[in-house]
């Protein structure tokens, strides 16, 4: 599975969203990285500690744009939490995209 070229460079903004924002609540912390691992029908994003240590899922999204809350490391959670093709989901999930997850549960 791939990206097309829009929705790459929506999943590339997120991606450094949460990078900057984990940077700004942890000054002294050596950082994180945001890894795209792509899969038969979903692209997973994990963080994980700038030494390559550790790592949990953030999310999955489908080719289509869909953005998924993990159930498990191997399995997307039922419903989608935001469309990156629409605009207005897509701007609600880079202004709420943060390290923890906390911004894939449903309101």
Known sequence: MQFNEGIQERVDEIC??????????????????VEQVFGKKFCKLITRDKDGSGGSVLCFITADGDVYKP???????????????????????????????GWLYMR
């Open 16 to 33: 450094a969203n949460i990078i900057d924002r984990f940077n700004k609540m942890y000054p002294t912390n050596p950082g994180i990285n």
């Open 71 to 101: 159930a498990s490391w191997k399995a997307p959670a039922k419903h989608v939490r935001f469309r990156l093709l629409d605009d207005k989901s897509y701007e609600e999930a880079l202004r709420r995209a943060e390290y923890s997850g």
